[in-house]
């Protein structure tokens, strides 16, 4: 590599780092939920897809993608023990850079926010203050195992539920559509918890109290798992309740593949947490948007 070559990568990010930063692999969970919610709706999707589409990126590559910035950037000295080839502390996103993108995104997300009208701005405010309060002090609930996993997991699924129907239905959503959105967001708090078993060194030498930390990784995930189990327990009720049989069927089975997984996830929590995100939690998202076609043959 050339001195020119060097000089360059100290002083202006890498295009790929920067990419990195904001997280792709993050996007899906609110784009999901985004979706989740539009369908809910009872709207018919073809006649408003643009407003759906646009909404689905910025409930993900924009408002999730910067509040994955910004937590890289409040976290930039943790991630120097966890993961250190990270984009900021590797220096690949030299100086404040990783700081700039966070702002520059805050801003894009509430200007693409008041293209979908007083709802979409108001829930995209939300999700923006949300994201800052998490990652930045002096707030930083991230350092609760309780409160920080709680708020991702509102952000991260409720909220985008919530904005998905409100936006297509200019109004607020029905009780049963925002009972189910609490319901799964108040599930999700068991799969940040399990997100948070790859931090466990840097979270405890920077006094990140979260559950894995505080409880140990055995405890943390038996809580975790039984979070998301009783949220979709209180599902499969509702929709029996609201007279929706085969729906509840269907998250019933979604449950007992997940109680599978999970006896697999306790063996080896934290080497097994991984693998658990992507097989109990794919069919915890399965069942979202099976409620949400339920939701819609009641709206």
Known sequence: MSALDTLTVRTLPEPRAMLRLIKPVTWFPPIWAYLCGSVSAGVPLADHWPTVVLGMVLAGPIVCGMSQAANDWCDRHVDAINEPDRPIPSGRI???????????MTVLSLAVGWLLGPWGFAATLTGVLAAWAYSAEPVRL?????????????????????T??????????????????????????????????????????HGVRSLPVVLGPEVAARIACTVMALAQVLVVALLLVWQKPWHALAVTALILGQLAAMRVLFRDPKGKAPWYNGTGVVMYVAGMMVTAFALRGMA
């Open 94 to 104: 030299p100086g404040r850079w990783g700081l700039w993108i966070a702002l520059a």
């Open 142 to 162: 991230k350092r609760s195992g309780w409160w920080g996993p709680g708020l991702v997991g509102l952000s991260y699924e409720g909220l985008p539920w919530f």
């Open 164 to 205: 998905g129907a409100a936006v297509l239905l200019n109004a607020a959503p029905s009780f049963q559509t925002v009972t189910m959105a609490g319901l799964y967001a108040l599930g999700a708090h068991g799969i940040m918890t399990l997100n948070d078993f790859k931090a466990l060194e840097g979270d405890r030498q």
